[in-house]
């Protein structure tokens, strides 16, 4: 079992930053690669972001890219997800996840076995 919690969200303007935490516990952190997705009311959930084991690569949504940036801390046990010239159409619940498989292009929920709460990013314009 992974335990993951997300901290970081809140209430930010158009065009300003936000940094998201994951913090993980229970089986070995650096065994899994990361991922973070949103959901926004009446949508499906979406992949963001993934990060390998090593963290060496990272793989970003179209609508993010160059915008967001995802990296880990294994010493910490910890991802994140600076956020930066935020849009309101990136208003979401945020979850991070962790995929026990390190192959590439997974960025399917149904992909990840592991899944935090959420944390809530509203952007205003």
């Known amino acids: 079992q992974v335990q993951l919690v997300e901290s970081g969200g809140g209430l930010v303007q158009a065009g300003g930053s936000l940094r998201l935490s994951c913090a993980a516990s229970?089986?070995?952190?650096?065994?899994?690669?990361m991922g973070w997705f949103r959901q926004a009311p009446g949508k499906e959930r979406e992949f963001v972001a993934r990060i390998t084991r090593s963290g060496i690569r990272t793989y970003y949504a179209d609508s993010v890219k160059g915008r967001f940036t995802i990296s880990r801390d294994n010493a910490k046990n910890t991802v994140y997800l600076q956020m930066n010239s935020l849009k309101p159409e990136d208003t979401a619940n945020y979850y991070c996840?962790?995929?026990?498989?390190?192959?590439?292009?997974?960025?399917?929920?149904?992909?990840?076995?592991?899944w935090g709460q959420g944390t809530q990013v509203t952007v205003s314009s």
């Open positions: 996840a962790a995929d026990a498989l390190t192959y590439t292009g997974r960025t399917s929920p149904r992909d990840y076995g592991y």
């Open positions: 229970g089986r070995t952190f650096s065994n899994y690669a």
